[in-house]
């Protein structure tokens, strides 16, 4: 008898149709060999989410920021129906089920609405739901803070919730199950030869997930990494419950390590640049201090050579926060000096290759930066670490880039059998 956390996506729970299915491939999971104890964690119904959102955009710009504990009450209420509705399918089928939210768990977060993080879960009530035979179903993405207000845990935050209670009710394996069947080379909607694989490293795979791969949201991969959680990705629309997925996996020196494993990318981005700056000590810290202080994250940041005491200065922001970074400098004048000229585009995408086995290969750089220009397509930053390689190209580019990559690392191939 195993205890399986297993959670399950906005496509997943789509519809009635849907969420009656997932009823039946939890029963199904729960009679399998000697019985299971299960959890179930669910997302909202696709589309709820960004409808909600829509609302609270229709009445004040930016909600997210500006409003974020009311739109954490707003948001979370998705997932509330989401529990409700698969408990009515398990129990209509005779299975015994229970749903709870958040704050009855209770799931202990700090209190920064709208990407807080998780401090604690008390699994006291889960346990002792399941001794008593019943499949509890838990909301994903929301939890509460000390002041007892509802908080969210940031955009595909359901995942997190399942690792973290995994963790914390000491489960074999968390299972997310999702509208594809595994993880794949690269997003398979945008590379059709794009290919599952068996297995990714911890390490690979929260490179994929921090740069763009929103398979499984970056916090529930740091999480499983943490708390030792077996963590699998896996199919809702698949039949049976024989099915591997991706289990993502520690590396072992046993392991074939391809010099490129997989490709992530995102729109998500902005590029912002700062001209004619006078360059002395302390510049790039009241620029970036300035946009640190107004809550917008930097990625890149590249920095020229002064000519003749000056320099220019360019970094790349989420594009949601592609005006407001513009706001800020605009205000900084005063600081740095009138004659400063400050541009930028929101069209850009950052495209990334991942791969342990960068870390023994030489010239993987040099392959992705000239397939690139084979292709036509201008890179306008790099950023590197020991087993990923970025580039900021235009947005228009993303899709041919990646069919390009994907192609000259030779990902459709199994690893075993790559030239
Ligand atoms: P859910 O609603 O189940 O949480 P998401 O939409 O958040 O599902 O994540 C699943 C999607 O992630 C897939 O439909 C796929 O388009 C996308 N994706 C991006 N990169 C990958 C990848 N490398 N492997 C698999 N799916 C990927
Ligand atoms: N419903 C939330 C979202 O759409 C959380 C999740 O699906 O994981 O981001
Ligand atoms: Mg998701």
Not at 99 to 111: A, K
Not at 155 to 183: K, N
Not at 403 to 409: I, N, S
């Amino acid at each position: 008898m195993a205890t399986l956390v297993q959670k399950y996506g906005g496509t997943s729970v789509g519809s009635v149709e849907r969420i009656e299915n997932v009823a039946r491939k939890v029963i199904e999971w729960k009679n399998k060999g000697d019985g299971n104890d299960i959890v179930v964690v669910v997302s909202a119904m696709s589309g709820e989410t960004n409808r909600l959102i829509g609302l609270a955009e229709s009445i004040i710009e930016n909600p997210e920021r500006k409003s974020s504990r009311e739109y954490d009450v707003l948001v979370s209420t998705g997932e509330q129906v989401t529990v409700a509705l698969l408990c009515m399918a398990l129990q209509k089928l005779g299975q015994e089920a229970i749903s709870y939210t958040g704050w009855q768990v209770p799931l202990r977060t700090d209190g920064s609405n709208s990407k807080a993080r998780i401090e604690s879960i008390d699994p006291e009530n889960l346990s002792r739901e399941l001794k008593a035979g019943k499949v509890v179903v838990v909301a994903g993405f929301q939890g509460v803070d000390d002041d007892n207000n509802i908080t969210t845990l940031g955009r595909g935050g359901s995942d997190t919730t399942g690792v973290a209670l995994a963790a914390a009710i000491g489960a074999d394996e968390c299972q997310i199950f999702t509208d594809v069947d595994g993880v794949y080379t690269t997003d398979p909607r945008v590379v059709k030869k794009a290919r599952r694989l068996n297995t990714i490293t911890f390490e690979e795979m929260l490179e994929m997930a921090s740069l763009g791969s929103k398979v499984l949201q970056i916090r529930s991969v740091e999480f499983a990494g943490k708390y030792n959680v077996p963590l699998r990705v896996l199919s809702s629309f698949d039949e049976g419950t024989d099915n591997h997925g991706t289990l993502i996996t520690y590396e072992d020196d046993e392991m074939e390590k391809p010099k490129v494993t997989g490709i992530a990318f995102t729109r998500d981005e902005a590029e912002v640049k700062v001209s004619n700056v006078k360059d002395t000590p302390g510049v790039a810290a009241t620029i970036l201090g300035a946009i640190a202080d107004a809550n917008i994250d930097v990625d890149m940041i590249v920095q020229n050579i002064g000519t003749d005491d000056r320099t220019d200065f360019t970094f790349t922001v989420k594009r949601n926060d592609y005006d407001e970074a513009v706001t800020v400098l605009n205000k900084l004048r005063e600081t740095i000096g009138d004659d400063i000229s400050i541009s930028g585009d929101s069209s850009i995408a950052k495209l990334s290759i991942v791969g342990v086995g960068m870390k023994s290969h030489v010239g993987v750089a040099s392959a992705m930066f000239s397939t690139l220009a084979k292709e036509g397509i201008n890179i306008r930053m790099i950023s590197t670490s020991e087993i990923k390689v970025s580039v900021v190209i235009d947005e228009k580019y993303l899709e041919l880039g990646t069919r390009a990559l994907h192609d000259v690392f030779e990902l459709e191939t199994p690893r075993e059998m790559r030239a």
